[in-house]
T-cell receptor, first 114, second 114 residues
Framework: GAGVSQSPSNKVTEKGKDVELRCDPI?????LYWYRQRLGQGLEFLIY????????KSGLPSDRFSAERTGESVSTLTIQRTQQEDSAVYLC????????????FGQGTRLTVV | AQRVTQPEKLLSVFKGAPVELKCNYS??????LFWYVQYSRQRLQLLLR??SRESIKGFTADLNKGETSFHLKKPFAQEEDSAMYYC????????????????FGQGTILTVHP
């Protein structure tokens, strides 16, 4: 595809339900990042993957959050037992390699927990 | 730890006026600094990076290690510059290669009035 693709673009879920957010990076990009953007706030780092290295999970806010990546392709961010404070735009980005390259962002998934 | 601070949440100027968006960082090592921009209804995209030392759309930014700043400047603002601007930091190793997560500031909404 032409760019990073995220699905769904919008998701409304009930408090307590689990949600899965998907990210399709640009083909060949070995690095993949997830960020959260709450209303009126900056981008909060969640997790990043680089090739076969262990992912940096240092930004995950709680054990309700997890992410997986299949090889160098699709990634899924899972939020279990969603809470209202999880409402945010979740952004995914990918880059060609970890060193010295630009990160390309998707359009984001707007998650609303009601 | 990496930290990026953008002290102004909102910045308004008139067309043709100079504009400066402030960015300060905190990082014990050698950083790579970026400015990302998000125009209305568009994806977050790279505007410029300090290692390139280039001017994009009339914007420039100089890394000042003494003041730990990376302010974004443009001598004559245009209405199409209205957007959200994010300053971001990435670690660099001894060889000058940047790696790892991008740490973003809170963002500054720039509005250029006609």
């Amino acid at each position: 595809g032409a760019g990073v693709s995220q699905s769904p673009s919008n998701k409304v879920t009930e408090k307590g339900k689990d949600v899965e957010l998907r990210c399709d990076p640009i083909s060949g990009h070995t690095a993949l990042y997830w960020y959260r953007q709450r209303l009126g706030q900056g981008l909060e780092f969640l997790i990043y993957f680089q090739g076969n290295s262990a992912p940096d999970k240092s930004g995950l806010p709680s054990d309700r959050f997890s992410a997986e990546r299949t090889g160098e392709s699709v990634s899924t961010l899972t939020i279990q037992r969603t809470q209202q404070e999880d409402s945010a735009v979740y952004l995914c980005a990918s880059s060609l390699a970890i060193q010295n390259t630009e990160a390309f962002f998707g359009q984001g998934t707007r998650l609303t927990v009601v | 730890a990496q930290r990026v601070t953008q002290p102004e949440k909102l910045l308004s100027v008139f067309k043709g006026a100079p504009v400066e968006l402030k960015c300060n960082y905190s990082y014990s090592g050698s950083p790579e600094l970026f400015w990302y921009v998000q125009y209305s209804r568009q994806r977050l995209q790279l505007l410029l990076r300090h290692i390139s030392r280039e001017s994009i759309k009339g914007f420039t930014a100089d890394l000042n290690k003494g003041e730990t700043s990376f302010h974004l400047k443009k001598p004559f603002a245009q209405e199409e510059d209205s957007a959200m601007y994010y300053c971001a930091l990435r670690a660099r190793n001894a060889g000058g290669t940047s790696y790892g997560k991008l740490t973003f500031g809170q963002g500054t909404i720039l509005t250029v009035h006609p």
